[in-house]
């Protein structure tokens, strides 16, 4: 399997959600989320995924997941 799992995204998604900022931060601070690509994950994160669904393109999933994320807002 190539594609991204579903426990994968929901593991991104909560990652992606908890690197959020606030309400506050965004307004008054400008700030933006954190996780921009699969290099903003920690090792323990990344190490995660793969032992969930090693693949050769999890890199890319990931990357491409992260950007979909982001472009949602």
């Known amino acids: 399997m190539r594609d991204l799992t579903i426990k994968q995204k929901n593991l991104l998604k909560k990652w992606f959600k908890e690197s959020e900022p606030t309400r506050e931060g965004r307004l008054l601070l400008n700030q933006s ?3 921009r690509s699969v290099e903003d994950l920690s ?3 990344y190490e995660t995924l793969q032992e969930i669904n ?4 999890l890199y890319q999933n990931v990357n491409n ?3 979909e994320l982001r472009n949602s807002d």
């Open 65 to 67: 997941f992260i950007d």
């Open 33 to 35: 989320n954190k996780l």
């Open 54 to 57: 090693d693949t050769e393109v």
């Open 43 to 45: 090792t323990e994160q």
